[in-house]
């Protein structure tokens, strides 16, 4: 009979532990995000993070009554610096593709935004390999938009050039250096198209689709092993879904519902 209460008492025991290792694990998320990513993530003039998903890790954050900590990373060092436990989760518009899945594991869906290629107006350029051949296609580096340049098109004489930053991209793009640059088309829009350096610039072709590439949307990137975290995530999203505060987080900062919902 001892033994039994003793028993009970140590499984009860662990079971306090685990719990309360669950409970720290959820005092404090940190996010890893690369801010060059407007509307999704960048900075403001005072440097303070801003964007879609700033707003919306720290609503979640809000749910789960946990703090908020943003770490800053290269968008293409990101997998690395997940596994390394520099953060606890990736929260940077970045899709759940097959490639990325072998690594690491995603959350619920959370955006779904297709890509686009943009050029200058009149260039009569196209989003394939024959409208591109001979030409220079900017790119962000580490992003799925690269991989599907690089898969689809270099073999068929495009020159990829990739950049650390969208920006850079944009730059490139003004100056004449490079023909092309394939990006996610909420941020060229928002970031380009839409500002000054962007006049005499457009969406060129249709969007670009291509599922095993681009995956079905963005996601919240974490360890395999914090599965915890994993359906906390999923749990506060979903709320966040059903109360109404995502689609109010969503309309500040897109004119589209770029849910995929």
């Known amino acids: ?15 306090m532990l685990a719990l309360g ?5 959820l005092g404090e998320i940190r996010w890893g995000t690369d801010p060059s990513n407007a509307p999704f993530e960048s900075k403001g003039k005072s440097g303070k993070l801003q964007g879609f998903d700033i707003e919306l890790g720290e609503a ?10 943003w770490v ?13 436990k520099k953060f606890d989760a990736i929260n940077s518009s970045m899709s759940a593709t097959d490639k ?34 001979g030409k220079r296609v900017g790119v962000q580096q580490g992003t799925t938009h690269e991989t599907y340049v690089k898969e689809k098109w270099a073999a068929a004489g495009v020159e990829v050039v990739s950049y650390i930053r969208n920006d850079m991209v944009y730059a490139d793009l003004q100056a004449g250096r490079i023909d092309a640059g394939v990006l996610d088309s909420v941020a060229a829009n928002e970031e380009f198209l839409k500002q000054p350096i962007g006049q005499g610039f457009a969406f060129a072709g249709p969007a670009i ?28 999203l979903a709320e966040l879904k059903a109360n109404g505060t995502f689609k109010k987080i969503m309309a500040r900062h897109f004119e589209l519902d770029v849910s995929g919902d």
């Open 1 to 15: 009979m001892h033994k039994k209460i003793g028993a009970a008492v140590v499984a009860a025991g662990a079971m």
């Open 21 to 25: 290792a669950q409970a720290k694990d």
């Open 60 to 69: 979640i954050c809000v749910q789960l009554k946990a703090r908020c900590t």
């Open 72 to 84: 800053e990373n290269d968008f293409d060092g990101m997998i690395p610096a997940l596994k390394a």
């Open 100 to 133: 990325r899945l072998k690594e690491i594991d995603f959350s619920s869906r959370v955006t779904r935004v297709p890509g686009r290629m943009i050029a200058r107006v009149g260039a009569n350029l196209t989003p394939t390999p024959e409208g591109l051949k």
């Open 209 to 236: 689709q291509d599922e095993k590439i681009f995956g079905k949307g963005t996601g919240f990137g974490v360890r395999r092993d914090n599965v915890d975290l994993k359906n906390a995530l999923n749990k506060a």
